[in-house]
């Protein structure tokens, strides 16, 4: 009882000077402002005003004078208590100056870490920095509402700009969801593998959307030269690609789940714009309603393949073609006419007026195909007979016929074992054979 | 004196002489030729990667037949096998069908049949009567396995069936000189050196169905052909001496380009002769000139070349014809040096020097397999 009472007396004998000392600073309207302070540094809070300062005159207060000093100067004042910073690779310049109150008020804010601002800390680092690159249509997250020290430290890091971590983790420690679906990505767009994000994102403002450091597709094309390069001449380009959105509209940009960063397969995608009705004006044929049930496709298409004989970007050809080939109905053969069918398809199939090898439409040796495309007058273009993405009909020859104006021109085309026939809507019933040449019969 | 040491020979020594002299007649067949143990020669040479070997060579019918041992206790004078070995005087065109080398000895004249595996050498059988060759230049052979020569003093192609009986001729009438020929399941193609052009005859009733191949227009056709090659899928390919090129044509005359120019250059030609096609479309082409073969892929372009190089073996000695197989491959595979898989066998004739035919293996090192060892196949061979 005796030793507890001696021990509550001696805390009072320590505990009463200092708040008379604090009382005595802190009012009588004298510093009456560092008492109101929401937030206050703890020795100023705690009345410990002369951990800080120091008197250096016999009076206080002296009108017209300082009678109190600071017991250290610059960040050796702070660093009595708070540890020594300006250590790692990259400093503050204010740190690196020990110029703690740049930024920090001494006695206390009513925010927290005895800044005047609080979450929103643009006003205190557009002090110093220039809040003209801010100004943007797109802006980061955390940009947008000031909170600068999310990304970056305000003191000292061992990373450029004063970032918390190397820029990929500092994007990936928020990111985190876009982190995990990456592991498990099978098609990585190679920059995202392991170049830092602000590559191809400015990490505070944009005028692009996404924050990104140039509109699309010219930001793809600082790497994809060669498409930006074939794009700038070519006499027909992909919609989507001068769409808002413009490469992101057909690739992922950062991993998918199919080659070409295609975010399905390449048909699938093609489809999801080629198989309606309205696209374009006029509208482009609805290619999903041409192969719907059919019993062929064309080989390219058999294998999920549009980009065979369309180029995804553009062309010089119409129809995005990746090789020449008529646009009208009619057009005689001539050397590289028909070059984008004959890209697959042999090349001596139109060539030569008599043949035993290139093809199976012919009549003894007369190639057939030779007759109907190189008629100097009107030259049947392949399209006349063929569909050119699916049929019900052998070799993709035309069931439901060619539309042709208001008539859909039939090809009532029957094969047999050495040859066939037809009775279209442009000649009369004939008929070919490999073996017997029908010609000769017919002499 | 010399009547006493007579007597004394006569007397006790003539029955232990005997035996010697019987004993060192037979030994005789024990000594063996030691020839010099060369390692495997590759194409292109290091430090390219070897895609051809050079596998063996047939001089003789020594080089094929079973070796007979010479070695007998018994048969007491002169190496009677030497006797048997059967010479390949002038060879010219080689043909390789169902496992066997049909081989045109221009000297002898005759077909030379060679049977790797079965080790068998022979003649052709009906080279009598009717079927006398007189100057065999080039050969084919079809699916059935019928024999067709150009006889280029006949002039005309003599046709033998697959056991080498005289079946009949073509061409008497309408060929010019012949030089080369190629035949599929209905016709034959017969190369006219002097017509520079190619004789397409009905298999069945030997008559001409056309002449294709000339200069038409403006678009370049043969020229003084020597040889011919046809790719089985309807294509065929001429060697030119009259341009130093190669003409591609189609089996109905479309000629569809070619490749070549004289010049001793990668590439160029001298005196290009045999010709022959292999997988993947690639064209094999001997030049008697550069006395090398040149491989180009279907787009023309120069793969490499081989046998023109200094090597301890392989170099080709006025090289004729060529043929080029995928068959009996696992045959082929016992000359190979130790991890160069043999995916294709080409056979050379050489007009001059001991190599009658040279036999190469087209294919690769396997992975992790070193180039340097010896060939144990060569070893094994000599």
Same mark, same amino acid.
Request: charged share 20%; net charge neutral; aromatic share 8%.
């Given at each position: 009882m $005796? ?10 004998l320590?505990?009463?000077p200092t708040a ?5 600073? *802190?009012?009588?309207?004298?510093? @009456?402002?560092?008492r109101?302070l ?5 020795? +100023?809070? #705690?009345?410990e005003?002369?951990s800080c300062?120091?008197?250096? +005159? ?12 600071l017991?250290e ?6 660093t009595?208590c ?5 250590k790692?690779?990259v ?5 690196g100056d020990g110029d703690?109150l ?7 804010? +009513?925010?927290?870490?005895l800044?005047?601002?609080?979450? #929103?800390?643009?006003e205190l680092?557009?002090?110093?920095h %220039?809040?003209?690159?801010?100004k ?11 909170a600068?020290?999310?990304c970056?430290?305000p003191?000292?890091?061992e990373?450029k700009?004063? *970032?918390?971590?190397?820029v990929?983790?500092a ?5 985190q969801?876009?982190?995990?679906q990456l592991?498990?990505a099978?098609?990585?767009h190679?920059?995202v593998?392991?170049?830092?994000c602000?590559?191809?994102?400015d990490?505070?403002?944009s005028?692009?959307?996404f924050?990104?450091k140039? $509109? ?5 094309? @600082?790497?994809?030269a060669?498409?930006?390069k074939?794009?700038?001449g070519?006499?027909?380009r992909?919609?989507?690609?001068e ?6 509209r057909c690739h992922?940009t950062?991993?998918s ?8 397969d390449e048909k ?5 714009c080629h198989?309606? %009705?309205?696209l374009?004006?006029?509208p482009? $044929? ?6 719907a049930g059919?019993k062929?496709?064309h080989g390219?298409l058999e294998?999920?393949e549009?980009?065979?004989c ?8 119409f ?5 020449p ?11 590289g006419?028909? @070059? ?5 398809? %042999? ?7 008599e043949?035993? *090898? ?13 007759v ?8 049947r273009?392949c399209?006349l007979?063929?569909?050119s993405?699916?049929s ?6 035309s ?13 009532r085309?029957e094969?047999t074992?050495?040859?066939g026939?037809?009775?279209p ?7 070919y %054979?490999r073996q017997?040449?029908?010609?000769d019969?017919?002499r | 004196?010399q009547?006493r ?9 003539v029955?232990?002489l ?8 037979a030994?005789?067949?024990c000594a ?12 292109p040479?290091p430090?390219n ?6 596998l063996k060579s047939? /001089?003789?019918? =020594?080089?094929v037949e079973?070796?007979k041992?010479?070695?007998?206790? !018994?048969?007491v ?8 070995i =059967?010479e390949?005087?002038?060879p ?5 069908? &169902?496992?066997?080398?049909?081989l045109?000895?221009?000297q002898t004249?005759?077909i030379?049949?060679m049977?790797?595996?079965?080790? =068998?050498?022979e ?5 009598i009567?009717?079927g &006398?060759?007189?100057?065999p230049?080039n050969?084919?052979i079809?699916?059935a396995g019928?024999?067709y ?8 192609v ?9 079946v009949?001729?073509y061409g008497?009438?309408?060929v010019?000189k ?9 016709s034959?193609y017969?190369?006219?050196l002097?017509d520079s052009?190619?004789?397409?005859v009905?298999?069945?009733s030997?008559?001409l169905l056309g002449?294709?191949? =000339?200069t ?5 056709g043969?020229?003084?052909?020597t040889?011919?090659a046809?790719?089985?899928k309807? !294509?065929?390919?001429t ?9 591609k044509?189609d &089996?109905?005359?479309?000629?569809l380009g070619? !490749?070549?120019?004289?010049? /001793?250059?990668?590439g160029?030609f001298?005196r290009?002769?045999?010709i022959?096609?292999?997988?993947e479309?690639?064209i ?13 892929n279907e ?6 070349f081989?046998?023109?190089?200094p090597?301890?073996?392989?170099m080709l000695?006025?090289p004729a014809?060529?043929?080029v197989t ?7 595979q016992?000359f190979?040096?130790p991890?160069f898989k043999i995916d294709?066998?080409?056979l ?8 009658k ?6 294919g690769?090192m396997?992975d992790?397999?070193?180039s340097?060892?010896?060939?144990e196949?060569? /070893?094994?061979?000599?």
């Amino acid at each position: 009882m $005796k030793a507890s009472f001696i021990l509550m007396a001696l805390g009072l004998l320590l505990f009463l000077p200092t708040a008379s000392r604090a009382e005595g600073c *802190l009012t009588a309207g004298c510093h @009456d402002s560092i008492r109101n302070l929401a937030r206050g540094h703890q020795p +100023a809070a #705690d009345g410990e005003c002369l951990s800080c300062h120091v008197q250096t +005159a016999a009076e206080h207060p002296v009108k017209g004078s300082k009678s109190f000093g600071l017991v250290e100067k610059g960040a050796a004042l702070c660093t009595q208590c708070h540890e020594a910073m300006g250590k790692k690779k990259v400093v503050h310049y204010p740190v690196g100056d020990g110029d703690c109150l740049a930024c920090h008020r001494p006695h206390g804010t +009513a925010n927290p870490y005895l800044l005047e601002v609080g979450e #929103d800390q643009s006003e205190l680092c557009f002090g110093c920095h %220039d809040s003209e690159p801010f100004k943007q249509p797109f802006m980061h997250g955390p940009a947008a509402v000031g909170a600068c020290t999310r990304c970056h430290s305000p003191h000292e890091s061992e990373h450029k700009s004063l *970032l918390r971590g190397p820029v990929r983790d500092a994007c990936l420690q928020c990111h985190q969801d876009f982190a995990r679906q990456l592991k498990t990505a099978p098609v990585i767009h190679p920059p995202v593998q392991s170049d830092p994000c602000i590559d191809c994102h400015d990490p505070h403002a944009s005028a692009s959307p996404f924050i990104l450091k140039n $509109k699309m597709p010219e930001l793809c094309f @600082d790497c994809h030269a060669d498409i930006g390069k074939r794009l700038a001449g070519a006499k027909v380009r992909h919609k989507p690609v001068e769409q808002e959105g413009s490469c992101g509209r057909c690739h992922s940009t950062h991993f998918s789940q199919a080659r070409g960063l295609l975010p399905t397969d390449e048909k699938s995608l093609c489809l999801g714009c080629h198989g309606v %009705d309205n696209l374009g004006q006029p509208p482009l $044929k609805n290619i999903s309603k041409q192969l719907a049930g059919k019993k062929h496709l064309h080989g390219p298409l058999e294998q999920g393949e549009c980009v065979s004989c369309h180029d995804p970007h553009g062309s010089d050809f119409f129809r995005l073609l990746t090789g020449p080939y008529p646009e009208g109905l009619y057009f005689p053969y001539r050397e590289g006419a028909y @070059d984008f069918c004959l890209q697959c398809h %042999d090349r001596n199939l139109l060539r030569f007026e008599e043949t035993s *090898l290139y093809t199976g439409f012919r009549d003894g040796k007369q190639n057939l195909h030779f007759v109907h495309v190189s008629d100097s007058r009107k030259g049947r273009t392949c399209r006349l007979c063929h569909e050119s993405h699916a049929s019900d009909g052998e070799k993709l020859i035309s069931k439901g016929g060619l539309p042709f104006g208001d008539w859909k021109v039939p090809i009532r085309f029957e094969q047999t074992a050495t040859g066939g026939s037809c009775a279209p809507g442009c000649h009369r019933p004939l008929s070919y %054979d490999r073996q017997n040449p029908v010609k000769d019969r017919q002499r | 004196m010399q009547q006493r040491l007579v007597r004394f020979i006569q007397a006790s020594g003539v029955k232990a002489l005997g035996f010697a002299l019987f004993l060192s007649l037979a030994l005789t067949g024990c000594a063996t030729k030691t020839e010099p143990k060369i390692g495997p020669v590759f194409y292109p040479p290091p430090p390219n990667a070897p895609r051809v070997q050079f596998l063996k060579s047939i /001089k003789n019918s =020594k080089d094929v037949e079973e070796q007979k041992k010479n070695f007998s206790l !018994f048969v007491v004078g002169s190496d009677t096998s030497t006797d048997q070995i =059967k010479e390949i005087r002038k060879p010219y065109g080689i043909a390789y069908a &169902k496992g066997k080398i049909y081989l045109c000895d221009m000297q002898t004249p005759d077909i030379v049949i060679m049977d790797l595996a079965g080790k =068998k050498f022979e003649t052709l059988k009906g080279n009598i009567g009717q079927g &006398k060759l007189k100057k065999p230049l080039n050969v084919a052979i079809d699916a059935a396995g019928n024999i067709y020569v150009v006889d280029t003093a006949r002039k005309e192609v003599l046709k033998y069936d697959a056991a080498g009986n005289f079946v009949g001729s073509y061409g008497k009438e309408f060929v010019n000189k012949p030089a080369d020929l190629a035949v599929d399941a209905t016709s034959l193609y017969i190369l006219d050196l002097g017509d520079s052009d190619i004789k397409v005859v009905d298999l069945q009733s030997g008559q001409l169905l056309g002449r294709i191949g =000339k200069t038409e227009g403006g678009v370049q056709g043969l020229s003084i052909p020597t040889n011919l090659a046809s790719d089985g899928k309807g !294509f065929l390919y001429t060697t030119n001496i009259g341009t130093g090129s190669i003409v591609k044509l189609d &089996k109905d005359g479309h000629i569809l380009g070619g !490749f070549g120019k004289m010049g /001793k250059g990668f590439g160029e030609f001298v005196r290009p002769k045999g010709i022959a096609t292999g997988t993947e479309n690639r064209i094999f082409v001997v030049d008697g000139g550069h006395q090398n073969v040149q491989i180009f892929n279907e787009e023309y372009r120069l793969l490499m070349f081989f046998g023109d190089q200094p090597n301890p073996a392989g170099m080709l000695n006025l090289p004729a014809s060529i043929a080029v197989t995928t068959e009996n491959l696992e045959y082929f595979q016992q000359f190979a040096a130790p991890g160069f898989k043999i995916d294709e066998v080409i056979l050379v004739t050489n007009q001059m020097g001991p190599d009658k035919v040279s036999i190469f293996g087209l294919g690769q090192m396997l992975d992790g397999a070193g180039s340097a060892s010896g060939s144990e196949g060569e /070893k094994k061979d000599k």
